[in-house]
């Protein structure tokens, strides 16, 4: 399957996706075209649609669950939220209790 990644979906989740032939907006030089301008080209080049969610699971936790367990939003409360959503991806946890 050719895979097309969306802007705003990190690059490193092509590792996840061995067995499809993975581009992005940028490789394809496609960066900036709107959505509805995008259907043109991708019918195209005969892209397949894959929802977001194949490849990119709802995250374990938002920044709901560390507010609630008194964290504070600060300069690291992204990067843990990050940490998580790659554990969660490389499949080293499977839960929000980290399972």
Request: glycine share 6%; net charge positive.
């Amino acid at each position: 399957m050719k895979v097309l990644l969306d802007e705003d979906v990190p690059a490193k989740m092509a590792r996840f996706l061995p067995r499809h032939k993975i581009h992005t907006l940028v490789s394809m030089q496609w960066g900036g075209i709107k959505n509805g301008e995008l259907l043109i080209p991708i019918e195209r080049e005969r892209f397949e649609a894959m929802p977001e969610e194949t490849v990119r699971p709802r995250p374990l936790i938002t920044n709901r669950e560390p507010i609630a367990a008194s964290y504070k939003p600060g300069a690291g409360f992204r990067e843990m939220l990050r940490v998580v959503e790659d554990a969660q991806l490389e499949r080293a946890i499977r839960t929000a209790a980290g399972r």
